[in-house]
């Protein structure tokens, strides 16, 4: 394991909740000292904490036949509060002050928006405030939600350029079968070289989680290869964090790839957030993807689609349509399309505001 100075940590609705579905305010407390412990050591620390459902659905009786979205908007607003209030209450017995932030998947798609959480979240930090942040999900409602709150956290992680990626959950890491079998085996390192894991992962999920494993592996091999080192471990045993530091903790470490500059990591999480598509042709594509700094000029662009502003998310296909990387327009698709397959125009897209799939 890698020395670490900002780390995020995750904590699963599992790790916050008891086999009958109560809130283990137990389990919350020993977190919160294990998680002052670290900022103690002077540890830059943001925590993405789940458990607004599971505290809301324990407080709040709702009739069964409701539908199911008003129930977990119901349980998600009424349950934040607890949630969050359990935090503040405990950590302010250990001196640290904590902020909430809620957020969408639409505040990592706007640059503005982005730049925004990300200099409040630095500024919580430098003030020696605790940001806890969990999806808005009173207006987060299916293909606007994450898929689970480790995509958050792995956004957040690339989003404030933390060296660590902490996700605690109930399990000691990933296993090569069913992690209650004594035939499986904790894999305790995934390197680039690794052969591919998720054969081993089942699709079934905790009683409270929402992503399962496999969203866990993705989101963790997607910040690896940003440059972030990764851990899954058990947030359900006591002193997780403390052997952490100790270097002694039981779980599955990620080695993180060479860092990848800010934007890039913006982009790189930036698949499901793009606003328009360029193609572009094979001239375009091969200097696009050789080892040369190139931006990509207009006369390689051969159509555009979707109405897009500068700062969006543009997707890059080639001729054939396969994608080939994602990048941030420097000027609208208006101004785009007049200058379409002409030359001395200034590139759509930077190169440092461009990442380029299996090539970045
Ligand atoms: N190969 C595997 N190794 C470890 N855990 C696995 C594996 N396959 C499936 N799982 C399941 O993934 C669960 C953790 O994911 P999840 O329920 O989303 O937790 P959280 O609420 O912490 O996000 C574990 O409780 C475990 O049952
Ligand atoms: N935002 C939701 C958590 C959703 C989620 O991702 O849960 P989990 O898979 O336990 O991390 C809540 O606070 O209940």
């Not at 620390?45 to 979205?69: D, H, M, T, W, Y």
């Not at 964090?241 to 100790?246: E, G, S, Y």
């Not at 890059?316 to 990048?327: N, P, T, Y």
Request: net charge positive.
């Amino acid at each position: 394991m890698l020395e670490s100075k900002v780390i995020i940590i995750k904590i699963g609705s599992n790790v916050l909740t008891q086999s009958d579905g109560m809130p283990d305010l137990e389990r919350m407390k020993h977190l919160v000292s294990q998680i002052s412990f670290l900022i103690e050591q002077g540890k830059k620390v943001v925590l993405v904490s789940s458990g607004a459902v599971a505290f809301g659905r324990q407080a709040v009786a709702i009739p069964e036949k409701l539908n199911p979205v008003f129930k977990k908007q119901i349980w998600a607003a009424t349950g934040q509060i607890r949630l969050i209030h359990q935090y503040q209450g405990y950590f302010e017995k250990k001196g640290i002050q904590i902020a909430q932030i809620l957020v969408t998947k639409e505040d990592f798609r706007d640059r503005k928006h982005f730049l925004n959480m990300k200099n409040c979240i630095e500024a919580l930090l430098q003030q020696g405030i605790l940001p806890v942040i969990n999806e808005n999900d009173t207006v987060t409602i299916t293909e606007l939600m994450f898929t689970d709150n480790d995509e958050l956290a792995s956004l957040t992680a690339a989003m404030i350029n933390a060296d660590t990626l902490m996700l605690l959950t109930n399990v000691d890491g990933i296993f090569t079968g069913n992690p209650a079998e004594p035939d499986s085996e904790l894999i305790e390192k995934i390197a680039s070289d690794t052969p591919e894991v998720s054969s081993y992962i089942s699709a079934t999920k905790s009683s409270f989680g929402r992503g399962g494993m496999l969203t866990k592996y993705a989101m963790a091999k997607k910040s690896a290869d940003l440059g972030i080192q990764v851990i899954i471990a058990n947030g359900k045993k006591n002193g997780v964090l403390q052997a952490f530091a100790d270097k002694k903790l039981r779980c599955t470490w990620f080695e993180p790839k060479k860092k990848k500059q800010a934007p890039k990591k913006w982009l790189a999480h930036g698949a499901h957030y793009y606003k328009g598509e360029v193609f572009i042709n094979s001239g375009a594509k091969a200097s696009l993807t050789s080892d040369v700094i190139r931006s990509l000029l207009p006369i390689g662009i051969t159509k555009l689609e979707g109405e897009f502003s500068k700062g969006d998310i543009l997707l890059i296909r080639d001729e054939k349509g396969d994608k080939v990387g994602l990048g941030r327009a420097e000027y609208s698709s208006k101004s785009a399309i007049e200058k379409l397959g002409q030359k001395n125009h200034k590139a759509l897209i930077h190169y440092n505001y461009l990442y380029l799939f299996d090539h970045d």
